[in-house]
């Protein structure tokens, strides 16, 4: 019934992944570097459907500020990138800049702040409190909060990790052997997180983001296998399945943290508390998985056959990573 019951559960997180991208990470993002003692450059990204029809938000800085020389707009890959230089009479340290027209929108704002003597600002600006305010230095507390949100922004909203996880939940019965295996793919991606943030290991992006595409591929494939009583690698060794994988995805995290960027007096604590804030959003969907398996166990008891169901989520999982990683392959030449 567990398994049933979870086949159910992975059609609707199927559905519900299919009309976004893999791996989708893509809040608004507005980059402030100080240049001098009121100068500053501004890099301001925002998800647009072409370069004249860009994100209804925009940045709204204090009054007094002016901007110098004109602005630079390039669009690719769904993203607009518009630069321009702004003079701030006394610096923005104690001052917030707003985003009018957030609330209505479903997209989060990644705020960085560099500041001449090489300390950094990052906040997640969210549809409920559209403001970010300038501080002299952040603290601790404040970095730590940060890259834990934004770690679990990040896998939470990265489908294919999800799918991933999910094929796991799916082929591995025993509840110990499960925490076995997510244990092996959250040291694994750890590893290469770590590793590739600190620029000790470097990976291509778009051939990571294929072989986490063909990953996903692989494990679907070993559902079926598994449900036609041929139990391959991931049902005998799922611990080693997801740690040789997991080398894979922490890649892929660490692409998506590059975009974010480092405190650069505060990289080990940044980068200690992405992977928490990484992990806590993993936890929080295999609970939710199998809190939903074990309600609609008792809802559909004695009801239905789901048996026959287990294959969907397995053709279906298999067939979205699929696209994605044509899609991903044919990017390498564009």
């Not at 398994?3 to 893509?26: G, K, N, Q, S, T």
């Not at 890959?77 to 800049?97: E, F, S, Y």
């Not at 209505?104 to 559209?130: A, M, W």
């Not at 244990?183 to 600190?198: C, E, K, P, R």
Request: with cysteine; glycine share 10%; proline share 6%.
């Amino acid at each position: 019934m567990r398994r049933r019951a979870l086949a159910l559960f992975a059609i609707l997180l199927v559905a519900c992944a299919l009309p976004a991208h893999a791996d989708e990470f893509r809040p608004a993002y507005l980059q402030l570097t100080q240049t001098g003692a009121e100068s500053y450059d501004v890099l301001w990204k925002s998800p647009a459907l072409d370069e004249n029809t860009p994100l209804k938000v925009r940045p709204a800085f204090p009054a007094g500020v002016t901007e110098q020389g004109s602005r630079r707009s390039s669009f690719a890959a769904g993203t607009l990138r518009q630069r321009w230089g702004i003079t701030v009479p006394g610096g923005l340290n104690g001052k917030t800049i707003q985003f009018p027209g957030l609330t209505e929108t479903r997209i989060d704002i990644l705020v960085r702040l560099e500041r001449l003597d090489g300390s950094v600002q990052l906040e997640r600006i969210l549809p409920g409190q559209p403001g970010f305010t300038a501080r002299a230095s952040p603290g601790p507390y404040e970095v730590a909060s940060t890259y834990v949100s934004i770690g679990i922004g990040h896998i939470l909203l990265g489908f294919d990790h999800l799918l991933f996880v999910l094929a796991l939940v799916m082929i591995v019965k025993s509840t110990r052997r499960l925490l076995v295996t997510v244990t092996a793919f959250t040291v694994a991606h750890s590893i290469t997180l770590s590793l590739a943030t600190l620029g000790v290991l470097h990976g291509p992006g778009p051939p990571v983001e294929a072989s986490i595409a063909l990953s996903i591929v692989f494990v679907a494939s070993e559902i079926i296998h598994q449900r036609q009583g041929r139990e391959g690698l991931t049902a005998r060794s799922p611990w080693v399945v997801a740690f040789a994988f997991g080398l894979l995805h922490g890649l892929g995290f660490a692409g998506a943290l590059a975009e974010v960027g480092l405190p650069e007096n505060s990289i080990p604590l940044a980068l200690l508390f992405f992977n928490i804030g990484v992990e806590v959003g993993q936890v929080l969907f295999i609970v939710a998985v199998l809190a939903t398996y074990r309600l609609l166990a008792k809802l559909l008891a004695g009801r239905f056959d789901l048996a026959r169901l287990t294959p969907v989520p397995a053709y279906a999982i298999g067939a979205l990573a699929s696209y994605w990683l044509f899609e991903r392959v044919s990017g390498f030449w564009s």
